[in-house]
């Protein structure tokens, strides 16, 4: 194999992690602190993506500078995190902690149902179609091939949250106590922390980087309905092969998954869909927690 | 003052007596043993990826159920019509089958887009003896796998549009080498690339294919494939992605050139134009799948009224879905005239489906003709894209009208021997 061609299946199969990165982290934290398998993340994804199509639809129509777009999807899924993210978590979740934890999947999942209607209601079937900061960007060759520079943007933008998230959990009086949150919420909650208000404030995050996802790849794609169901069965995928909650595992999860997927459409296509199950029932065979499943407390 | 002269008069009221008698003999005869309604679910998806398909579907079934019952029915007969989501997969709709028939008591179904459904609902809709006009759906399994009774196709199988894809490519490129496909992995891709491929090697035999590539349905991302197609450097790219896949590919190939550096020709391509506005570049090969466009308006007789019509109803443009769902509508209501002219009275199913046998009947794009195996044959057109500033979208130019006979196997020959020896 010669290097161009290793070079190309890199450059595509870290675009393709960066994506699978991007829609599947939200779901990983909201997983790893509350244990909830949440599956609205998948609405968020669809709301942040059409929020952001329509506002985009209209500020291309401004003739305003072209950069503003980003400003758009930021506060799109910051607006997204903070509505959906207290909407859904006081509103349908505190009543739940004490469920089994299936009670709680089969909850998020009605919500998915009735947010897919939302959808409808307001967007209805039309697909919305924002390209302009596509557009935008422009190209780079590499390897005589021309890339999107947007597409090549969201690698950024994955390390960038990733370091966020690492800086975050590590560095922050916050984020100490959302480790012992996730240690132990019992023994949290006994030494003082308001565990309440933990849980809401890592919902609106996990809520804000699914919403982010969408709206970043809403100027990329055709939204339209569905996308949400398209994202969730990507990042359960994702997330069962990093490990339950792992953001470490998300992240190698997604480059395992993106340069495996790349390596198919360049060698081997007729495994293209393959790829992503087999990789997932491989990690369930030799270590069924996930490749970076966090280590679990043992109870006495 | 004008003079009103009392032949005028006289003629006039013979006219509107006349008239009346017309209206009073379609609307209020309806013949012996005759049903208050005939009941007719119509099933195609109002949810997920494809509802840009069964929105335009059920908008074009409102306009013509509404249209009909004010001309009076079907033999004076008024359609009640039900609409159901075809979405959650074959096997909620063989339930779905199950509950229209046995619990809402429907006389017929018209519907179901998705090739998947078709195959999975044909043996139920024979179990149940229901009649079923299947209207989008593209396999050649489902008339060529099944020996079938109840269940009809209204539109010629996916062959047509491969078929007259690969002879449009043929005419604008007669020095083709290479080819590649990008398409979704399930059996409307699969059965799609395969007619192609042979389509085209049949009738240039040392075309050598240098990427086939099996996506995910209606995927998010393509960025890996559109790498590969680039550095295949095919001279002509065949897609049959559709929907929302298809908007996404376009989006994410223009930027990037790929139209500019092969000729591509995407089967669905028709729909998509109203969708993707500047974003498709021109001179890429697009067809209605074997239909008539909005912009071909030289079709047949009432074509413009019918754009017009749909176009106020459905805020859209008919697209392929729509012309689609007017022929089946069309050939149930053609069917059933023919029944009730024959027997004289309210047909029998086992009528009806022998009056649909042999059945032609004209639809705004061209005549359609059911044969004996349940499927249905009719031309169509493919043409290349051009950006049309009247729109805002592109619309198709250098168009070619193929004949029913050059695009559809003969009754009697399976699909795939037939393309392997097309002329």
């Known amino acids: 194999m010669d290097t161009e061609l290793l070079l190309i299946i890199l450059v595509d199969g870290l675009v393709y992690a960066s994506y699978l990165f991007m829609v599947s982290v939200g779901l990983t934290v909201i997983c790893g602190v509350q244990k909830i398998l949440n599956v609205t993340h998948g609405s968020l994804y669809a709301f942040g993506a059409y929020l952001c199509a329509t506002i985009l639809i209209v500020y291309a129509e401004t003739g305003w500078p072209g950069a503003g777009a980003f400003v758009i999807m930021a506060l799109t899924a910051i607006f997204l995190g903070i509505v959906f993210g207290i909407i859904i978590e006081r509103g349908l979740l505190r009543f739940l902690y004490a469920e089994d934890e299936h009670i709680i999947v089969l909850a998020t999942f009605a919500a998915f149902l009735i947010l897919e209607d939302v959808l409808l209601l307001i967007w209805g079937t039309n697909p919305y179609i924002a390209a302009e900061p596509l557009a935008l960007l422009g190209q780079t060759d590499i390897a005589d091939l021309p890339f999107d520079n947007y597409n090549l943007s969201m690698i950024l933008l994955s390390a960038l949250v990733a370091a966020v998230l690492w800086y975050g959990l590590r560095r922050t009086t916050f984020g100490k106590m959302l480790l012992a949150v996730i240690f132990d919420r019992e023994l949290a909650q006994s030494m003082g922390i308001n565990v309440t208000r933990v849980f809401l404030l890592t919902f609106i995050v996990g809520s804000f980087l699914g919403a982010l996802g969408g709206a970043y790849q809403a100027p990329a794609i055709s939204v339209q309905p569905g996308i949400g169901v398209e994202v969730i069965v990507l990042a359960f995928a994702v997330v069962v092969i990093g490990g339950m909650g792992s953001i470490p595992g998300a992240l190698i999860g997604s480059l395992v998954v993106g340069v495996a997927r790349a390596a198919a459409v360049h060698l081997e296509p007729v495994l293209e869909l393959f790829v992503i199950y087999m990789i997932m029932a491989i990690v369930l065979i030799v270590r069924p927690q996930g490749l970076f499943a966090p280590a679990k407390p043992r109870k006495i | ?423």
């Open chain 2, 1 to 423: 003052m004008r003079k009103i002269s009392t032949s005028g008069i006289l003629s006039f009221a013979l006219g509107a007596l006349a008239a009346g008698a017309m209206a009073f003999g379609a609307a209020a005869a309806p013949p012996k043993g005759a049903p208050k309604a005939l009941k007719v679910a119509f099933v195609d998806f109002f949810s997920g990826g494809a509802a840009v398909f069964g929105v335009s579907g059920k908008g074009t079934s409102e306009w013509v159920v509404a249209k009909w019952n004010k001309e009076g029915g079907i033999g004076g007969v008024p359609i009640d019509l039900v609409l159901v989501d075809e979405g959650g997969g074959p096997k909620k709709q063989v339930s779905e089958l199950r509950r229209l028939v046995l619990d809402e008591k429907v006389d017929a179904v018209v519907g179901y887009t998705s090739s998947g459904n078709c195959l999975a609902i044909a043996p139920v809709a024979e179990e149940l003896k229901v009649l079923t006009v299947v209207h989008v759906c593209g396999t050649h399994r489902l008339t060529e796998d099944n020996k079938l009774k109840y269940v009809f196709r209204t539109a010629s199988n996916q062959a047509a549009d491969s078929v007259s894809l690969a002879r449009y490519v043929l005419s604008v490129k007669p020095d083709l080498k290479t080819i590649a496909g990008a398409n979704e992995d399930y059996a409307w891709g699969r059965d799609s690339w395969e007619a192609f491929k042979i389509a085209i090697q049949r009738l240039k035999p040392d075309v050598k294919v240098v990427a086939e590539l099996w996506t995910k349905f209606q995927a998010g991302e393509y960025s890996a494939e559109i790498s590969r197609l680039l550095a295949a450097r095919p001279d002509a790219i065949h897609s049959s992605f559709w929907g929302g896949g298809l908007i996404t590919f376009i989006k994410q190939a223009g930027p990037r050139g790929l139209f500019d550096q092969s000729l591509v020709a995407l089967s669905t391509g028709e729909q998509v134009l109203q969708n993707v506005g500047k974003s498709m570049p021109d001179g890429v090969i697009a067809a209605p799948r074997a239909t008539a466009g909005f912009f071909a308006l030289e079709g047949a007789p009432g074509h413009k009224a019918f754009v017009e019509a749909i176009y106020k109803h459905n805020k859209r443009y008919p697209d392929y879905p729509a012309y689609r769902t007017y022929q089946a509508w069309a050939g149930l209501k053609g069917a059933y005239e023919k029944a009730i002219a024959d027997a004289g009275r309210w047909p029998t199913t086992e009528e009806v489906i022998k009056a649909f046998e042999g059945l032609s009947w004209e639809t705004p794009s061209g005549t359609v003709a059911m044969r004996s195996d349940h499927q249905a044959v009719h031309g169509g057109l493919v043409g290349v894209t051009k950006f049309s500033k009247e729109h805002g979208f592109a619309i198709l130019e250098n168009i070619v009208h193929h004949k029913a006979e050059d695009i559809n196997p003969p009754l009697g020959t399976k699909t795939l021997d037939w393309v392997r020896a097309i002329k």
